[in-house]
């Protein structure tokens, strides 16, 4: 009996021993949060600096990729990429590990040599005058895309796009030859030479329009919605921070006399860049909607040029874009009201559009845009 008590209080000893040694490895149970991770500006020109900027809570390490390295777990870094760069942050604990990606476009970055597939583009070919009479000069104006060599008859060999003054004798047809590798792409323009021109000395005139820069380019929205960056760059979509771009073009047209008869007016948008992947209609992310141009006066690139009402140009509604070439008659709007011929008969200086997606973003942290580098705006009267 002595022997079997024995037993019982050694072995109740030992149960809470057992207990005791018990160990747990202690575990977060969460991942880390990422509160923050975008790049501002979002958009820079070549040689420019830009500033990511981070903050997380609950992690034992943060790092960036693209050789910045361990950082700590709240702060900004400036950085200047030589190309359009994405940016990966990776924050853990125990419990695993959260990651955040942003990007930065780089305007005027250099271009991958790309050996042609089709043939050249002639985006355009004007003259500012289809008449004159002997002695008189007329202006030639052209832009071409995708080509290696361009030639002009009777001028020679010219640049893919630019302007050059010259006086016919007779008249004569202009010749534009555009090729490259894939093949060969023309136009023509015939200038008539006479001895007096009917209905007055002046005849029908045309002039090529280029923005003015100081008043053409794009408002991004902050996040309080009343905040607005502007940018020299055309572009219309949005950012890596999912911030919403419009893009504005403004005109000089004081150069047209007021008495004048407008005919016709187009822009061309023909001259565009894509970055990401903008488009009317994609299941998930991706689907930023219809791409609208309007007709609206402002003074300042500001909150108000953003927000104000417009006039839609006359079919400046695109749910398939980008095109080539794009290129229509905006000199009425969609209701058709002659919006020019208002502008030139009321004495404004100025004919100004704004180019807007209608899905101000799409929510995927990704730059989709579209942008407008060579715009032109031809009108006739």
């Given at each position: 009996m002595k022997k079997l008590v024995t037993l019982l209080l050694t072995l109740l000893l030992l149960v809470p021993a057992c207990n005791w040694n018990v160990?747990?490895?202690?575990?977060s149970a969460f991942v880390p949060k990422i509160l923050e991770f975008?790049?501002?500006?979002?958009?820079?020109?070549?040689?420019?600096?830009?500033y990511l900027r981070w903050s997380v809570s609950e992690a034992n390490s943060v790092s960036i990729d693209n050789g910045i390295g361990s950082v700590a777990l709240a702060g900004q870094i400036p950085v200047s990429p030589s190309t359009t760069t994405f940016y990966n942050l990776?924050?853990?604990n125990l419990a695993g590990e959260s990651t955040a990606r942003t990007q930065i476009i780089v305007q005027g970055a250099a271009a991958e040599p790309v050996t042609p597939t089709a043939t050249p583009n002639v985006v355009s070919f004007h003259a500012d005058r289809l008449l004159i009479t002997p002695g008189q000069y007329i202006t030639l104006s052209w832009e071409v895309a995708g080509a290696t060599g361009v030639t002009i008859s009777s001028i020679g060999q010219v640049n893919s796009s630019g302007t050059i003054t010259v006086q016919p004798m007779a008249t004569t047809t202009y010749l534009l030859t555009a090729t490259n590798s894939a093949g060969t792409a023309t136009a023509g323009i015939n200038i008539?030479?006479?001895?007096?021109?009917?209905g007055g000395t002046s005849g029908e005139r045309t002039v090529i329009l280029k923005p003015v820069p100081s008043e053409s380019g794009s408002l991004i929205r902050g996040a309080g919605y009343l905040d607005y960056s502007v940018y020299t760059t055309i572009c219309a979509g949005d950012t890596t921070s999912n911030a919403p771009s419009r893009a504005f073009l403004s005109f000089d047209?004081?150069?047209i006399p007021d008495n004048a008869v407008i005919k016709e007016a187009i822009l061309d948008l023909s001259n565009y860049s894509v970055i990401g992947s903008p488009s009317y209609m994609r299941s998930g992310?991706?689907?930023m909607g219809a791409l609208e141009v309007y007709h609206v006066e402002y003074t300042n690139l500001d909150s108000k040029a953003y927000t104000q009402e417009g006039e839609l140009t006359a079919n400046g509604t695109f749910t398939s874009y980008p095109m080539s070439p794009w290129a229509w008659d905006v000199k009425n709007s969609?209701?058709?009201?002659?919006?020019?011929?208002d502008l030139v008969q009321q004495g404004k200086s100025r004919c100004q559009f704004r180019i807007q997606l209608f899905t101000t973003t799409n929510w995927d942290s990704i730059a989709d845009m579209l942008c407008f580098d060579n715009v032109t705006l031809m009108i006739k009267y």
């Amino acid at each position: 009996m002595k022997k079997l008590v024995t037993l019982l209080l050694t072995l109740l000893l030992l149960v809470p021993a057992c207990n005791w040694n018990v160990a747990t490895t202690p575990k977060s149970a969460f991942v880390p949060k990422i509160l923050e991770f975008n790049a501002s500006p979002s958009v820079i020109s070549l040689g420019e600096a830009s500033y990511l900027r981070w903050s997380v809570s609950e992690a034992n390490s943060v790092s960036i990729d693209n050789g910045i390295g361990s950082v700590a777990l709240a702060g900004q870094i400036p950085v200047s990429p030589s190309t359009t760069t994405f940016y990966n942050l990776t924050a853990t604990n125990l419990a695993g590990e959260s990651t955040a990606r942003t990007q930065i476009i780089v305007q005027g970055a250099a271009a991958e040599p790309v050996t042609p597939t089709a043939t050249p583009n002639v985006v355009s070919f004007h003259a500012d005058r289809l008449l004159i009479t002997p002695g008189q000069y007329i202006t030639l104006s052209w832009e071409v895309a995708g080509a290696t060599g361009v030639t002009i008859s009777s001028i020679g060999q010219v640049n893919s796009s630019g302007t050059i003054t010259v006086q016919p004798m007779a008249t004569t047809t202009y010749l534009l030859t555009a090729t490259n590798s894939a093949g060969t792409a023309t136009a023509g323009i015939n200038i008539s030479v006479q001895a007096s021109i009917p209905g007055g000395t002046s005849g029908e005139r045309t002039v090529i329009l280029k923005p003015v820069p100081s008043e053409s380019g794009s408002l991004i929205r902050g996040a309080g919605y009343l905040d607005y960056s502007v940018y020299t760059t055309i572009c219309a979509g949005d950012t890596t921070s999912n911030a919403p771009s419009r893009a504005f073009l403004s005109f000089d047209i004081s150069s047209i006399p007021d008495n004048a008869v407008i005919k016709e007016a187009i822009l061309d948008l023909s001259n565009y860049s894509v970055i990401g992947s903008p488009s009317y209609m994609r299941s998930g992310f991706g689907n930023m909607g219809a791409l609208e141009v309007y007709h609206v006066e402002y003074t300042n690139l500001d909150s108000k040029a953003y927000t104000q009402e417009g006039e839609l140009t006359a079919n400046g509604t695109f749910t398939s874009y980008p095109m080539s070439p794009w290129a229509w008659d905006v000199k009425n709007s969609d209701s058709g009201q002659p919006v020019i011929q208002d502008l030139v008969q009321q004495g404004k200086s100025r004919c100004q559009f704004r180019i807007q997606l209608f899905t101000t973003t799409n929510w995927d942290s990704i730059a989709d845009m579209l942008c407008f580098d060579n715009v032109t705006l031809m009108i006739k009267y």
